[in-house]
């Protein structure tokens, strides 16, 4: 296992762009699991897990380590991280391929939102009655300005403990959120 790996190659960086999976790979770099005790650890389904795991092995970011076979004839997979600590190159974005890759994951992903809302949005007009939770929509545009940037990264942090509360991957709601610069200071840079 190496001490660190540094993430230069963009399937890599879109596999990690699961909660999921960042905690999968946190997990493996301590000690070897399978993707059984690895969803007991975090309460997930076993199926979702093993998944997760699959898409972590085929880009290379764990591996193998070993089988066993228990008294039952099942075969149990230990898989490991291959390294205890990872980051991300920071000139990923820049170089063309990897930026185009991001760029259209990105646009993709807002195009996805974008039809999602508009999709809960009609819904919601087309309701007759206003009682009905199993169709409920919240929506609405919501500019929260913070003073700085130990205030935004405060935010972050409590959203993102608040969103992995109650992320699943199947579900009857999404939520989408984005943040960025206010204008003012996005044109002063």
């Known amino acids: 296992m190496l001490e660190q790996y540094t993430i230069s190659d963009i399937k890599q ?3 990690l762009s699961h909660a999921s999976r960042v905690k999968i790979l ?5 000690k070897p699991m399978t993707a059984k005790q690895l969803a007991d650890q975090f309460g997930e389904e076993p199926a979702k897990t093993s998944y997760h795991v699959k898409q972590l092995l085929k880009v290379g970011l764990v591996e193998l380590k070993f089988t066993r076979e228990t008294q ?3 075969i149990e ?5 291959i390294a205890k600590e990872f980051q991300t190159d920071p000139y990923l974005a820049r170089q063309p391929e990897g930026r185009n890759h991001l760029e259209t994951g ?3 992903e807002l195009n996805r939102t974008q039809s999602d809302f508009l999709r809960a949005y009609r819904s919601d007009l087309e309701r007759t009655t206003g009682d009905e939770v199993d169709g409920m929509t919240a929506h609405g545009f919501y500019r929260v300005k913070l003073g700085n940037a130990a205030a935004f990264s ?3 942090g409590e959203l993102q403990q608040l969103i992995e509360k109650y992320e699943a991957d199947e579900g009857d709601f999404v939520f989408h959120y ?3 610069p206010a204008e003012e200071k996005a044109k002063a840079q």
């Open 106 to 108: 990105f646009l993709r």
């Open 178 to 180: 984005l943040a960025f």
């Open 13 to 15: 960086l879109k596999a």
């Open 154 to 156: 405060k935010f972050l």
């Open 26 to 30: 946190s997990s493996l770099a301590e």
């Open 77 to 81: 997979k230990y898989y490991q991280a």
């Open 72 to 74: 039952n004839g099942i």
